[in-house]
């Protein structure tokens, strides 16, 4: 059963006014356990991924009625997949990540031992944006409980019935100690974000990620923050541009283009321009013949990113870009796939993440324009090469910086367990997923052990005995 949205059971004022009694509470329980086995961590990862198991079809539901219409299948592919995967992967592996790690003691130094302990840090936020509202509410959960951590998840106010079932969910399994679910408008949001966590990660916006930073500092709170940006795709000289059309266009049609991650322009050579443009409509309408009434065609998630997009295509279009829309209208917010060329930096769809179905193309000399084309702006999350030389893809990854890079294909780096992901500047900064995400909700500590022989008086005072000038000459040369 989808959520009952007009069941929520705190107005913002009351969430914001508990939100602290709340961390209090997750504190207490933390310090009361604060290092927890490991058995006892993976139950919790299990408890968890038995409760999506069970769920999916009312957590499918309640996704599609935010959406308004949400493919079943990119939910499971892109929301409950990548979760159970990442369970499954993080279960197998706590007890070898928690176990300590030996370090060299040099020989100045001995006898000692040396080892670093990772040690949970305590109470985690995670702030959730609503385009993927069970997976990046989920992926930063595996994290932070396979730490050994308490965690508070921030729901988004973009997707009610989503994050109202979570909430119901979570509580089922998980006291209000280990996991709890905030739900409430922005205000609530920025009022999480100033609680003293001790590790906070958000999944959104840039410009709201400021936000996120600058609240966080009046506790020096450290911060992971995934923030998206201009995910360039870069099709070469010489890749069929069936190939290359098929995958960018997979990876622009999952969630609509709402993905933080999704391929926002792509650079194609000058001469190959109108090829890729025919392949590229080749290619989206067979995987869509048409959008009226079809269920694997995912909706914007509100009227107002419907207004954003359509302002967008306004904007190029009264500066000079040609658009060529691929279907003739839209059904509800179902927005068509629309290339937009002719492109340049003035348009607010090349300033600004576009979030969606709109595909601007601009084209290139060589390579090395686009290499530059790429650097000149700010840096991405991920980035696309597309070309089966094998010398042109090591200087894709010598030549660029991104957060993420995907040869050959769009979005799937994200969903590998063993890889870090994460943004660089603009597009974020720390990394979570797998062993990275074990870490990042991690305070690595450095551990010394010496026992009753002690030869460090050697180097006390009084200075100058003959020893202390032997180690001198020794180590300092």
């Given at each position: 059963?989808?959520?009952?949205?007009?069941?929520?059971?705190?107005?913002?004022?009351?969430?914001?006014?508990?939100?602290?009694?709340?961390?209090?509470?997750?504190?207490?329980?933390?310090?009361?356990?604060?290092?927890?086995?490991?058995?006892?961590r993976i139950q919790w990862l299990q408890s968890l991924r038995q409760l999506l198991k069970n769920e999916q079809q009312a957590l499918i539901q309640a996704i599609s009625a935010d959406f308004s219409n949400r493919s079943a299948d990119e939910t499971l592919l892109a929301e409950l997949m990548p979760s159970m995967l990442g369970i499954h992967y993080a279960?197998?592996?706590?007890?070898?990540?928690?176990?300590?790690?030996?370090?060299?003691?040099?020989?100045?130094?001995?006898?000692?031992?040396?080892?670093?302990?990772?040690?949970?840090?305590?109470?985690?936020?995670?702030?959730?944006?609503?385009?993927?509202?069970?997976?990046?509410?989920?992926?930063?959960?595996?994290?932070?409980?396979?730490?050994?951590?308490?965690?508070?998840?921030?729901?988004?106010?973009?997707?009610?019935?989503?994050?109202?079932?979570?909430?119901?969910?979570?509580?089922?399994?998980?006291?209000?100690?280990?996991?709890?679910?905030?739900?409430?408008?922005?205000?609530?949001?920025?009022?999480?974000?100033?609680?003293?966590?001790?590790?906070?990660?958000?999944?959104?916006?840039?410009?709201?990620?400021?936000?996120?930073?600058?609240?966080?500092?009046?506790?020096?709170?450290?911060?992971?923050?995934?923030?998206?940006?201009?995910?360039?795709?870069?099709?070469?000289?010489?890749?069929?541009?069936?190939?290359?059309?098929?995958?960018?266009?997979?990876?622009?049609?999952?969630?609509?283009?709402?993905?933080?991650?999704?391929?926002?322009?792509?650079?194609?050579?000058?001469?190959?321009?109108?090829?890729?443009?025919?392949?590229?409509?080749?290619?989206?309408?067979?995987?869509?013949?048409?959008?009226?009434?079809?269920?694997?065609?995912?909706?914007?998630?509100?009227?107002?990113?419907?207004?954003?997009?359509?302002?967008?295509?306004?904007?190029?279009?009264?500066?000079?870009?040609?658009?060529?829309?691929?279907?003739?209208?839209?059904?509800?917010?179902?927005?068509?796939?629309?290339?937009?060329?002719?492109?340049?930096?003035?348009?607010?769809?090349?300033?600004?993440?576009?979030?969606?179905?709109?595909?601007?193309?601009?084209?290139?000399?060589?390579?090395?324009?686009?290499?530059?084309?790429?650097?000149?702006?700010?840096?991405?999350?991920?980035?696309?090469?597309?070309?089966?030389?094998?010398?042109?893809?090591?200087?894709?990854?010598?030549?660029?910086?991104?957060?993420?890079?995907?040869?050959?294909?769009?979005?799937?780096?994200?969903?590998?367990?063993?890889?870090?992901?994460?943004?660089?500047?603009?597009?974020?900064?720390?990394?979570?997923?797998?062993?990275?995400?074990?870490?990042?909700?991690?305070?690595?500590?450095?551990?010394?052990?010496?026992?009753?022989?002690?030869?460090?008086?050697?180097?006390?005072?009084?200075?100058?005995?003959?020893?202390?000038?032997?180690?001198?000459?020794?180590?300092?040369?």
């Open positions: 059963m989808v959520a009952d949205i007009a069941a929520f059971p705190l107005q913002n004022q009351q969430q914001i006014n508990e939100l602290d009694v709340l961390f209090q509470r997750q504190r207490a329980a933390f310090r009361a356990n604060p290092m927890p086995a490991a058995e006892q279960s197998k592996r706590i007890k070898k990540w928690m176990k300590p790690s030996k370090r060299a003691v040099g020989v100045a130094f001995q006898p000692a031992s040396a080892k670093v302990v990772y040690q949970p840090l305590g109470v985690v936020g995670v702030i959730v944006p609503w385009n993927y509202p069970l997976f990046l509410a989920v992926g930063p959960l595996i994290g932070a409980l396979g730490a050994g951590n308490r965690v508070m998840i921030k729901m988004s106010e973009s997707t009610p019935a989503t994050s109202l079932l979570f909430k119901q969910l979570m509580a089922k399994i998980f006291p209000e100690d280990l996991v709890s679910v905030v739900l409430g408008e922005a205000e609530v949001g920025m009022a999480f974000s100033k609680l003293p966590f001790d590790h906070l990660l958000f999944t959104g916006a840039t410009s709201i990620g400021k936000h996120v930073m600058r609240a966080a500092a009046e506790h020096l709170t450290p911060v992971t923050l995934e923030l998206g940006g201009k995910s360039p795709a870069i099709v070469s000289a010489d890749v069929p541009l069936a190939d290359a059309a098929e995958r960018i266009a997979f990876g622009k049609s999952v969630n609509a283009g709402q993905t933080c991650v999704a391929p926002d322009y792509v650079l194609v050579p000058k001469d190959r321009v109108d090829g890729f443009v025919e392949a590229y409509r080749q290619v989206v309408q067979g995987f869509y013949p048409q959008l009226t009434d079809n269920p694997d065609y995912t909706a914007i998630i509100n009227e107002r990113q419907v207004q954003r997009l359509q302002g967008y295509l306004s904007d190029a279009e009264g500066k000079g870009a040609k658009l060529v829309p691929l279907y003739p209208q839209a059904q509800g917010r179902r927005l068509p796939h629309t290339l937009v060329l002719n492109v340049n930096d003035d348009m607010k769809l090349m300033q600004d993440e576009i979030f969606g179905p709109l595909l601007p193309i601009v084209p290139y000399e060589r390579l090395e324009d686009a290499f530059a084309y790429v650097n000149d702006r700010p840096r991405p999350l991920a980035l696309y090469y597309f070309g089966y030389d094998k010398g042109e893809q090591q200087r894709v990854l010598h030549e660029t910086h991104s957060g993420g890079v995907c040869i050959n294909d769009t979005l799937l780096h994200v969903a590998q367990d063993d890889m870090p992901f994460g943004g660089v500047g603009p597009s974020g900064m720390g990394h979570y997923h797998g062993h990275e995400g074990f870490l990042t909700f991690s305070k690595a500590k450095g551990v010394l052990v010496k026992q009753r022989f002690n030869a460090s008086k050697t180097i006390y005072p009084p200075y100058g005995k003959a020893l202390q000038k032997l180690a001198y000459k020794l180590f300092i040369r």
